[in-house]
């Protein structure tokens, strides 16, 4: 049976996403517009939050997470791989490294990582963290290689670190709250992501 993260851990969880949200909403859109340092913070800051392939891998592993392992000591493991797995793949990518089938892959790490939401899949911890870091590498490549050159791209990387770390945190909060009497919303919602992953695989050349 899941056992809900305690009041104190949801409480710490939830002051992390509120910490975070006044730093998402000071961006504005467009991307890559300006190579100024503070519009290149913002333009990070906004990438995950309006790119669907990002957000939603970002919320189904936060999500999962908190599902999937009884503690935040032991959840917050998963979305601390991706997140530093992905800012491995954006300094590789941003240091000109040509990463083959970025796109196919961020695809299948929404189709994977919505069948394990809807399945509650339960891995081991170190599997679990492992196979997030696989497909982070990827999303984090995808958003280095995109970089243009300069120091700003540094402060655009700082940017979507942070949001990458308020979805994750959303995501957990989302779980916390789902463990305990909406499983059936969880597993919904990862059958949504599956889906649009697999639409993805259909109709992207």
């Not at 994977?112 to 911890?125: E, F, K």
């Not at 945190?169 to 499983?183: E, P, Q, S």
């Amino acid at each position: 049976m899941i056992q809900p993260f305690s009041n104190q851990s949801r409480c710490s969880l939830a002051a992390l996403a509120l910490a975070g949200l006044p730093l998402a909403t000071l961006a504005h859109p467009g991307h890559f517009e300006h190579v100024d340092p503070m519009s290149m913070f913002n333009e990070g800051l906004l990438h995950p939050l309006t790119g669907p392939d990002h957000l939603l891998a970002m919320l189904a592993v936060g999500i999962w997470s908190a599902m999937a392992y009884p503690s935040l000591k032991r959840a917050i493991y998963i979305p601390l791989s991706f997140s530093s797995i992905l800012l491995v793949g954006a300094l590789l990518g941003m240091a000109g490294m040509q990463i083959p089938l970025v796109e196919p892959l961020i695809m299948a790490s929404l189709l994977v990582l919505g069948l394990m939401l809807a399945g509650m899949a339960r891995l081991s911890l170190a599997t679990g963290s492992a196979l997030v870091a696989f497909f982070a590498f990827f999303h984090g490549a995808a958003h280095g290689m995109e970089l243009p050159e300069g120091g700003a791209a540094s402060l655009f990387i700082l940017g979507f670190m942070l949001s990458t770390l308020f979805i994750h945190c959303v995501g957990m909060i989302a779980g916390a709250i789902l463990a305990r009497h909406r499983t059936w919303m969880a597993r919904l919602t990862g059958a949504g992501i599956a889906s649009y992953g697999a639409v993805l695989f259909l109709t992207v050349q």
